[in-house]
């Protein structure tokens, strides 16, 4: 596989973003890395850094798009940027991957501008790995792309998810399970209600594991592995995880080293600290895929360091091979057909998905 | 003031009902208590209890509204029951507040039903103390009871959760935050950038302190006093809050007693992990008003215990005496007049609020 780095994109780039493929270059054996970015500023930074150039390349690209840029505007505009040019070369199949840590709206609007849409997807979306604290990882769908949905769109999200839950999480048949106020079925808004119908009737034939309604509360625990959601509860979803996470740390820091004998507990107990955090730490997952265009592409955290790079190329391996994509093709076209057979709504609702209201990770 | 308490609603009603109350008498002064319910039951529970019955009274109702009755239907098929009795006493004066920890979509129901809305407020919502970690607390509204509002709505529910918090809470100048995927002005879906605008055209002339949009990732931490966001959201907010806070003290407590060294620690932190334990406590902050009937209506947890139902006695005395209700009146009156003056929508979207999207807390 060869996987497409955006050397511009993101906080630290191109910094970090060279020194993760450096990293990542000794590990990835026969796979290859190309970085695409301004070649003189690409080349300066690999030299700091060991690495193996044999699995390295770099495709020059002048231009960036920062993270002020408008998302839709800004691809038609810098055709030379990091993120277009890189985009191209995935499309023109000069890689297998594209990987960006830049603008979330422009990689999107880009990714379905340039490579275009899976057939009968209506909203490609953006899925999130979300981290089970017990222990291993769920996908949330969406994560902030399409802040209002329709019942067929979170039907293909449950899709899409699963196929990537299983493909590259190696999940064996995930749960999935749409984020509603209650478990019981007839809870939620008219489009909730819609929603539960259609996914419930669908699983049938799609092989889909669709567990009902999940509340909130359950997510964090594991309750099902494809968490279904419209862009806007699921970016709620992923900043509360962060916001509860965070202010529970440290009020535990602050509390455990109040009084000598909290001290010295919280002595004690530091190292299983460190631990925690860990658990929390988003870029140990690898990046957020965009879902739903014809091609693999993902975004990793704007704020991503040279270790997120790292496990963002790795773990982007098992999606480069394109079996997630074919898979959902399928899957999505089977569902168009049953739409049919049934008389069922099947227009397109247009428009150029999450080309404005999308929002970084 | 005379707190009407809802004898029969909840988990464990009657028993934890009566001991919070005859625990209250001995603490609420010259206040009264007027528990609604089976007499005989009633009596029988308070008989196990040192009480002081100069302060209780009991007005007999028969029958009782479930968890499982349709909230809007059982209002009209059960006269008799304890929430219907206890609403009417409130309604004809016997009364200056009604606490329940019954079927939150009933309780929607017959405060509207019974009640009534105050004039020109469109939906009536429920308003829910948020604890911050850190210190204090915050009035979410909605928490639950309309998964779908419009920009008008989330301007009521503004007005409404800032003169609560600013009535019962104590805050001064309470600042109203909208929560959104971003905090920049023009963050969200169309809906979400129209409520931007209207709130945000409205807080001169009302004096509402209006701080913008705010991200789920700030709310913990106390970013505003006031949280806006239709009953999904909310209820999403709410639920991650239990559902991560629970799962990281249990994950807490495992890798804490993992080794024996991080066990003695723990041991010594023990004391500190209990009074964590109490930030996270609802129960601690007294339950959830009603906001947008012509009374003070407030709803406890289901699951309330004689401590959640003696904190919910004491904090309702503050929004019994009508001083909010009289300034939402006030507010939302003001705000029809500017809506009018500016040839804005006026005419209220019909419908039961709550009837049937309702969700117990």
Same mark, same amino acid.
């Given at each position: 596989m060869k996987v497409i780095l955006d050397g511009m994109g993101g906080d630290h780039a191109p910094s970090e973003i060279v020194k993760g493929a450096a990293e990542a270059s000794h590990i990835i054996g026969e796979h290859e890395i190309c970085i695409v970015g301004d070649e003189r500023r690409i080349e300066d930074e690999l030299s700091r850094h060991i690495h193996n150039r044999a699995s390295i390349s770099i495709l020059h690209a002048p231009d960036i798009i920062t993270a002020d840029d408008s998302p839709a505007k800004s691809i038609r505009r810098k055709p030379d940027s990091s993120m277009v040019k890189g985009l191209e070369a995935l499309r023109d199949g000069k890689g297998d991957v594209f990987l960006s840590a830049g603008n979330s709206g422009a990689l999107m609007s880009g990714s379905v501008m340039i490579? &275009?849409?899976?057939?009968?997807?209506d909203r490609p979306a953006i899925g999130s790995p979300y981290p089970i604290l017990e222990g291993g990882v769920a996908l949330l769908i969406?994560?902030?792309?399409?802040a209002e949905c329709k019942p067929r769109n979170l039907l293909q999200f449950g899709i899409m998810g699963s196929i990537y839950a299983e493909t590259v999480f190696g999940k064996e048949h995930p749960r999935v399970g749409l984020v509603n106020m209650?478990?019981?079925?007839?809870? &939620?808004?008219p489009l909730l209600k819609e929603s539960f119908e259609l996914i419930d009737g669908a699983a049938g034939s799609l092989g889909l594991r669709f567990v009902g309604n999940v509340e909130a509360r359950d997510v964090p625990v594991g309750i099902c592995d494809v968490i279904v959601c419209d862009g806007f509860v699921g970016n709620v979803i992923l900043k509360m995880t962060e916001g509860v996470g965070l202010s529970i740390m440290h009020l535990i820091r602050k509390k455990f080293t109040e009084g000598v004998i909290a001290t010295i507990g919280a002595t004690l107990l530091m190292g299983k600290l460190g631990e925690l955090k860990k658990t929390f730490?988003?870029?140990?997952?690898g990046g957020a895929p965009v879902l739903g265009v014809t091609k693999p592409v993902v975004k990793m955290h704007g704020s991503s360091d040279s270790k997120a790079v790292l496990n963002g190329i790795i773990k982007s391996l098992a999606f480069a091979d394109g079996h997630a994509i074919d898979a959902i093709t399928e899957n999505v076209a089977k569902v168009a057909e049953l739409g049919e057979a049934e008389g069922g709504e099947a227009e397109s609702d247009g428009?150029?998905?999450?080309?404005?209201n999308n929002n970084g990770q």
């Open positions: 490579l &275009g849409r899976i057939p009968n997807i969406d994560a902030g792309a399409n209650g478990t019981e079925k007839g809870k &939620g808004s730490d988003y870029t140990e997952y428009g150029e998905a999450g080309a404005d």
